[in-house]
T-cell receptor, first 114, second 116 residues
């Protein structure tokens, strides 16, 4: 069964460093998302992406964040200058189409900012 | 704005006990409703969903019915197993807004521990 994959599974970085989190969505999916979950808190929406552009972004998704689909398979989240409060589990999701369509999630990348 | 409220955990049950995890929502229009499960050390997996009022989603013995009159989507299982130990998240996808890639809005999650 096709699945969303994410790399790395765990990333440790120093405050102020740039990180790139990578996701490979399911191959026939057209819509892509990033969410994050700070330990013990709600899952929060960051950004949605379709047709090579951002469809919607949350207040969390400020100028330090960017997303890209550099080729036909990868979907990346870049944080330019990490802060301590960026430490969280980051989940990538994708779905085929349709407003009721299910979003399928990757296993997540745990980001630890020291 | 849209929101989801879930009963707080942790919930601890003995094997074969009945489970109910309450979930209520606030939304305009007709959202789609989802339950996701997160097993220890794993990602978020869809457990079940319902896309319109009175729909019942079911999977792996779990059920939830979309109740518009009470704005609820409670998760139930008649007989839990140790392997059901996980965190359960209720979520909604708004019916409003343009485009098909609408975000999910999440509850806080309810941790379930089932003892043998």
């Amino acid at each position: 069964e096709p699945e969303v994959t994410q790399t790395p599974s765990h990333q440790v970085t120093q405050m102020g460093q740039e990180v790139i989190l990578r996701c490979v969505p399911i191959s026939n999916h057209l819509y892509f998302y990033w969410y994050r979950q700070i330990l013990g808190q709600k899952v929060e929406f960051l950004v949605s992406f379709y047709n090579n552009e951002i469809s919607e972004k949350s207040e969390i998704f400020d100028d330090q964040f960017s997303v890209e689909r550099p080729d036909g398979s990868n979907f990346t989240l870049k944080i330019r200058s990490t802060k301590l409060e960026d430490s969280a589990m980051y989940f990538c999701a994708s779905n085929v189409a349709g407003s009721t369509d299910t979003q399928y999630f990757g296993p997540g990348t745990r980001l630890t900012v020291l | 704005g849209d929101s989801v409220t879930q009963m707080e955990g942790p919930v601890t049950l003995s094997e074969e006990a009945c489970l109910t995890i309450n979930c209520t929502y606030t939304a305009t229009g007709y959202p789609s409703l989802f339950w996701y499960v997160q097993y220890p050390g794993e990602g978020l997996q869809l457990l079940l969903k319902a896309t319109k009022a009175d729909d019942k989603g079911s999977n792996k013995g779990f059920e939830a019915t979309y109740r518009k009159e009470t704005t609820s989507f409670h998760l139930e299982k008649g007989s839990v197993q140790v392997s059901d130990s996980a965190v359960y998240f209720c979520a909604l996808k708004s019916s409003r807004g343009a485009g098909n890639n609408r975000k999910l809005i999440w509850g806080l999650g309810t941790s379930l521990a089932v003892n043998p």
